[in-house]
């Protein structure tokens, strides 16, 4: 019984902390490379996008800033990643001292119903993320022409 | 190439945070895709953005293959000082482009 029990709490440590967990070990990677291993927070940044996709050719997203954190922690960057496209990397977006608001707004492709990530690197050091799990009934990227 | 659809306001109060949003032409080929004879046709997306106020980076983009073709994008620049802004792209065969307006500040 004691045994069953030791083998039972292995498991349970071995199991990645639950935000790495549901993360595509291809986006975590690139994720991490990007972070360097600091920790991803919830919140400062939002990520917009619909939640049902009837086409995945060109879908309007948004990344917003809700609440301008002072400028020592000021949005450096953001970067988007569509964990189940051939390429996860959708774009990458780094804003001067000169910048309005960080955020911006673009039009994408997706490939099939999947999560999709938003990560911000401010100027703190600290990293900041969102995500959005998202239906498509029409896919992009592989038809013929 | 076709010109881009530029929407830049032409004056703006200093101090002030305004929109830039920018429409290209582009068919932004993924690599994904294959024609009538199953070839693969090759990847040539536009990869970079850079757009300057006054000499200064205010905001720069990495595109990968997942952004739409016909690429639009809106960010937000702070009113500083009446100056040119210069958006410039490059395409993964080093073709580049550039968009210029100037801005007065109030």
Known sequence: ???RMLIAGAALLALPPASARATKPEVAAAIRALTGGAPLRQGRIKLDI????ENGNAVAL??????????AARIRSIHIF???NPNPNVIN???GPRSGRPGLSTRIRLATSQTMIAVAACADGSFWTDSVELLVTLAACLDEV | MARPLVSIPKSVRRGDIFDIRILIAHPMESGQRRDDSG??????????FICTYGGEEVFRAEFFPAI???PFLTFSVRAVETGMIVMTWTDDLGA???ESAEIIVT
């Open chain 1, 1 to 3: 019984m004691r045994r």
């Open chain 1, 50 to 53: 619909p939640l049902l996709v």
């Open chain 1, 62 to 71: 948004s990344v917003t800033v809700p609440e301008a954190p002072p400028e």
């Open chain 1, 82 to 84: 569509a964990e189940s």
């Open chain 1, 93 to 95: 977006a780094f804003f």
């Open chain 2, 39 to 48: 070839r693969a046709i090759p990847r040539e997306i536009i990869n970079r």
């Open chain 2, 68 to 70: 739409a073709a016909n």
């Open chain 2, 96 to 98: 580049s482009q550039f």
